[in-house]
């Protein structure tokens, strides 16, 4: 049996860190450090981007690859922000709560499973710069912006704990929907050498707000993120008729 080149380790590596900042996350979840817990969340989410990058630069997709990158995404997606988010926010909230919390996590393995079987493929004619549904590395983002907001003291649902689980189960349903939402893996969205000067402008602007600003800033970016879907919907509708015109 040959044995597998070391350059089409280096992806199924990035996963397995990021999968242990995922077991991490719980962790602190569990000992009420709330803050770093969505630390670890968030690396994980940018060692999901990074290994999918890594993939596709030194050509070394695989099955495996494919299948540890869903096993990482339920842990580091689905289990972890839904135990973080109850230990925080909704241990003292009752059932309904917890109940929007199991179908988080349940809607997130679904969404796994239906994503591997097809890929996307009822999303013809342009699927690669669309999703269909919320991914889960943002799924899990959005369902703790409350977490986040409570760092900042914008504890919106204290008079309201039911909307707190009535948006749990919002984001819980838009993973398995089927609303196009935009797509990072587009390759208008690839990094080209003309436009590396702006690109890197743009990545230094975006480490320096999350080093001085982060919870507001990552707020920002999943309110963006909310809001950008109505405009998925509409440029999806006007690729589907070109496609078919």
């Not at 996590?105 to 969404?111: E, K, N, Q, T, V």
């Not at 819980?172 to 609303?179: D, G, V």
């Amino acid at each position: 049996m040959q044995k597998p080149a070391i350059r089409a380790l280096i992806p199924n590596l990035i996963t397995l860190s990021g999968l242990c900042f995922g077991i991490t996350s719980m962790r602190f979840a569990l000992e009420g450090q709330y803050q770093a817990s969505l630390i670890c969340i968030l690396i994980a989410a940018v060692c999901d981007l990074l290994d999918g990058l890594m993939a596709s630069l030194l050509q070394a997709h695989s099955e495996l690859g494919a299948q540890l990158d869903s096993l990482a995404d339920f842990v580091n997606f689905g289990i972890a922000p839904s135990l973080l988010l109850y230990m925080s926010l909704m241990s003292d909230m009752g059932l309904v709560s917890w109940l929007s919390l199991l179908l988080f996590i349940i809607f997130s393995c679904l969404r796994l499973a239906l994503f591997n079987i097809d890929n996307n493929s009822n999303l013809e004619p342009n699927p690669k710069s669309f999703f269909k549904g919320v991914p889960t590395p943002a799924g899990a983002i959005l369902i703790l912006l409350p977490v986040a907001h409570s760092f900042i003291s914008f504890n919106w649902w204290t008079n309201y704990p039911n909307l707190l689980a009535f948006y749990t189960l919002v984001i819980a349903f838009l993973l398995i929907s089927n609303i196009p939402t935009y797509s990072l893996k587009n390759s208008s969205f690839q990094l080209r050498r003309a436009h590396s000067l702006p690109t890197l402008i743009i990545f230094f602007t975006i480490v320096l707000l999350l080093i001085n600003f982060l919870w507001v800033f990552i707020s920002i970016l999943a309110i963006a993120y909310l809001l950008s879907i109505p405009f998925s919907i509409n440029s999806f509708r006007k690729s589907k008729k070109l496609g078919l015109s």
